[in-house]
């Protein structure tokens, strides 16, 4: 497959003196809000936008070719299935466009349909089929060229939660599997992170920070935390082993509980949009549920930016302006916070097999509760930051 390699990119209005390498097989996440220049920096790779500097395919300059000639894949937001054809004739269209013959055209399309499990949909047109089997089929469509290079424009945007969720998991297992070169676009923190070799954050033309997904989270530059979040940091001071899928953590006199992923927890991260703050204590289970006080509040045009000491911590709560106001709140005001368990991040350390210093807490389940028949204590001087 190809690297991509952009230089010293300019458009007329949005990019400004882009320079990236993306290698070989890599899934490169473009993160960045609306107007940033994502899908302008996709159509710049796939001979769609006029700009000035050099794109080059494995060390070749492909600034001539004509956009059919960069052998680029390209699945737009709006996925633009003819809804006049089936499925089988959306897949295919590229094909015949190319003369192939009718053999050759069936089998190619019948080898897309086997490998998305989209059988059942050939002869359906797209007003009968659903967001995630839009998905699908645009997406067959758009590897049955057999592209060196896929560029996805925020292609799970218009889906729900758990589709999208299912989805990604699809895509980035197909595209390791393939192993091609693959530029994903979103604005969404948390889709990137899931799906990311690398995180690429654009702002305003301009390419702001590029790491890992645990580097962005975890410390993104002051120039773009403002529009990806700067997340709540937790230290882990100690923690425990409660049975072989949970674990609870100490961190600055609050316990948290938190999938166990094999090894010892050094942070734990989340985005003040995904804690719940209530002036009430929530009813349910009293699981990652925290009693805070509230120091401090910053009301924005929507929002309102709430400081909760709990325990140690100082943790930020986003919630809607309207919202807060019906709460009433003052300084001082007892409040309850939710940390979502399915949002919270994790900096871990060595495993626990390669992690001397660390204990293992065996635990039994007896009657329903925990019962822990060890120490318990994961480090004896716990972990620091």
């Not at 389940?365 to 930051?385: D, M, P």
Request: net charge positive.
């Amino acid at each position: 497959m190809s690297t991509i390699e952009l230089k010293e990119i300019y458009t007329t209005y949005s990019l400004r003196n882009i320079n990236l390498t993306i290698g070989s097989g890599e899934l490169l996440v473009l993160l960045g809000p609306t107007g940033a220049g994502k899908t302008t920096l996709l159509n710049v790779i796939a001979g769609l936008e006029d700009y000035r500097g050099s794109v080059l395919f494995n060390g070749r300059a492909v600034d001539g070719l004509a956009p059919g000639e960069r052998k680029v894949g390209y699945l737009f937001q709006d996925l633009n299935l003819f809804p006049h054809l089936n499925v089988f004739s959306n897949i295919a269209f590229g094909l015949k466009m190319q003369g192939l013959s009718k053999r050759q055209i069936q089998d190619k399309v019948e080898e897309m349909l086997e490998l998305f499990k989209i059988e059942s949909l050939r002869d359906r047109f797209p007003n009968s089929l659903s967001g995630g089997e839009k998905q699908r089929v645009a997406l067959a469509r758009a590897l049955i060229n057999s592209p060196h290079i896929l560029l996805l424009d925020e292609p799970m945007s218009s889906l729900d939660y758990r589709t999208s969720k299912y989805l990604r998991i699809e895509l980035r297992a197909l595209q390791k599997k393939l192993g091609i070169t693959t530029i994903y676009v979103t604005h969404n923190l948390y889709e990137a992170e899931e799906l990311a070799d690398r995180i690429a954050v654009i702002s305003k033309g301009r390419l702001e920070q590029i790491g890992s997904p645990e580097d962005v989270f975890f410390h993104p530059r002051s120039t773009i935390s403002s529009f990806i979040g700067a997340p709540n940091i937790l230290h882990c001071e100690d923690c425990q082993l409660l049975n072989p899928s949970l674990m609870e953590v100490e961190c600055g006199g609050i316990s948290l509980i938190i999938p166990n992923e094999g090894r010892p927890v050094k942070k734990l991260a989340i985005l003040p949009e995904d804690i719940y703050l209530s002036a009430t204590k929530p009813p349910g289970p009293d699981i990652n549920r925290i009693k805070g006080t509230l120091i401090k509040y910053e009301e924005a045009a929507h929002t309102v930016c709430c400081t909760v000491q709990a325990g140690k911590n100082y943790l930020k709560a986003e919630l809607p302006r309207e919202i807060f106001k019906t709460m009433g709140l003052n300084i001082g005001a007892a409040v309850w916070l939710i940390l979502n368990l399915r949002k919270l991040k994790v900096v871990a350390g060595e495993s626990y097999s390669n992690a001397a210093p660390f204990s293992i807490l065996k635990t039994e389940v007896k009657e329903g509760k925990y019962e822990k028949n060890s120490s318990g204590k994961c480090g004896r001087h716990g972990f620091g930051a």
